[in-house]
Every structure is written in structure tokens, then in C-alpha cells.
């Protein structure tokens, strides 16, 4: 049971928009960043968002992410078959003085 | 380039034990924070362990505390992960990776290519 709730799977046309959410607590999303990641089948995870909303150099703004109190969303607009993967949140928690991830959300281009 | 390598990977009887390296390149190791993160087959990313820069912060994951320790050779550009009393359930691919901020902040941007941990009889 992951302490982040994240819904199994999404799923939208090309062209268009899906939402991910990441669900935590005050002692992990609450209160610290919270981190996004894609991972293409048999590769390691890539970093999408970090510090909430910040995106590493060489990802394209289609990918965006927000917090609001306790629960964190992943936007991606412009869907791609290439956006195909899973995808994962992560922050720190507090109370378990431990890096946490979310049980993972499988995006499918229909 | 900046990368990560990860070695010593295998099959081992439960209780045994496994020492897996993970070689950097690329950038002066020295100044980042680094991690251990493992994925069971068919299953979802697990945080296992973090380092700071000079060792000074060490975290594990509940589950591999007691049994697994974290440790770093700066002058050699490499992080160590020393696995004792192994189990079924610690059976995964192992992946190193880097911190990009903050020690705090779960965000790791440079990731190795994983090497795979396999505990059975």
C-alpha cells in the first residue's frame, strides 16, 4: 500500500489533455515537493517535474505539474503515442523520514 | 556524459548477501546527494536508500533497515549499496540515482540502467 494514492490508469485521444493525481498526507506532499517521473516500458524512470512545478531542461512544457494542499497533479496537453508509460509522483516524507512514490498511473493514448 | 553505472547484480539465496556499485561520470560526484531505488517485476518504484554529498545524511526505507547500508567513495566516484539477510520480497531491479536539489526533495534527475537483484533457492 503506497503512502501516495495515484489512480491505476488514464486514458485520452491524441491531441488531447489527461490529469494525473497524486494524494498524500500533511507530512509528505503537505509539506514538501513533490517530484514527477515517466517510465517508457524496460527503461529507467525519467524526471519530469521536480519542486512541484519545475521542469529539468529538455522537457517539453506539454508536461506541467501543480500542489494544492495535500494532493499534487501531472497535466500533459498535446497527447502523444509517445506519452505512453508510467508515470509516478514522489516526495519526502516527514514523518517516515523517508522518500516516498506513488503507486504509479499507467497513461494510455487511445 | 553524465552517468550512472550500476553493477553487481545476481541470483543469491535467501539470507545471503550482495555488495551492488554504481560508477558515476561525468560530473564531480562529491557535490550531489545520491540514492538507491528499487522496481519488484511488475511493480511500482520504492524508494530504498539516500546518502548526502559527504555522508553526513544517511536515510533508509523501513523495509531494508538493519539489513541494507548505503555508502559512498568520493575519490572513487562511486556509491555502494552492501545487502545483507536477503529476501524473496528484495528481489528487483536496483537503480542508482541522482539527486538534482535538495537532499529533501525527491527529485532525481540523472537515473543508472538498473541491475537486477534476484533472491531465490
Known amino acids: 500500500q503506497s503512502v501516495l494514492t495515484q489512480p491505476p490508469s488514464v486514458s485520452a485521444a491524441p491531441g488531447q489533455k489527461v490529469t494525473i493525481s497524486c494524494s498524500g498526507s500533511s507530512s509528505n506532499i503537505g509539506n514538501n515537493y513533490v517530484s514527477w517521473y515517466q517510465q517508457l516500458p524496460g527503461t529507467a524512470p525519467k524526471l519530469l517535474i521536480y519542486?512541484?512545478?519545475k521542469r529539468p531542461s529538455g522537457i517539453p512544457d506539454r508536461f506541467s505539474g501543480s500542489k494544492s494542499g495535500t494532493s499534487a497533479t501531472l497535466g500533459i496537453t498535446g497527447l502523444q503515442t509517445g506519452d505512453e508509460a508510467d508515470y509516478y509522483c514522489g516526495t519526502w516524507d516527514s514523518s517516515l523520514s523517508a522518500g516516498v512514490f506513488g503507486s504509479g498511473t499507467k497513461v494510455t493514448v487511445l | 556524459e553524465v552517468q550512472l553505472v550500476e553493477s553487481g547484480g545476481g541470483l543469491v539465496k535467501p539470507g545471503g548477501s550482495l555488495r551492488l556499485s554504481c560508477a558515476a561520470s561525468?560530473?564531480?560526484?562529491?557535490?550531489?546527494?545520491m540514492n538507491w531505488v528499487r522496481q519488484a517485476p511488475g511493480k511500482g518504484l520504492e524508494w530504498v536508500s539516500s546518502?548526502?554529498?559527504?555522508?553526513?545524511?544517511?536515510h533508509y526505507a523501513d523495509s531494508v533497515k538493519g539489513r541494507f547500508t548505503i555508502s559512498r567513495d568520493n575519490a572513487k566516484n562511486s556509491l555502494y549499496l552492501q545487502m545483507n539477510s536477503l529476501r524473496a520480497e528484495d528481489s528487483a531491479v536496483y537503480y542508482c540515482?541522482?539527486?538534482?536539489?535538495?537532499?529533501?526533495?525527491?527529485?532525481?534527475?540523472?537515473w543508472g540502467q538498473g541491475t537486477m537483484v534476484t533472491v531465490s533457492s
Open positions: 561525468g560530473f564531480t560526484f562529491s557535490s550531489y546527494n
Open positions: 519542486e512541484n512545478n
Open positions: 540515482a541522482r539527486h538534482l536539489t535538495g537532499y529533501y526533495n525527491v527529485g532525481f534527475d540523472i
Open positions: 546518502i548526502s554529498s559527504s555522508s553526513s545524511y544517511i
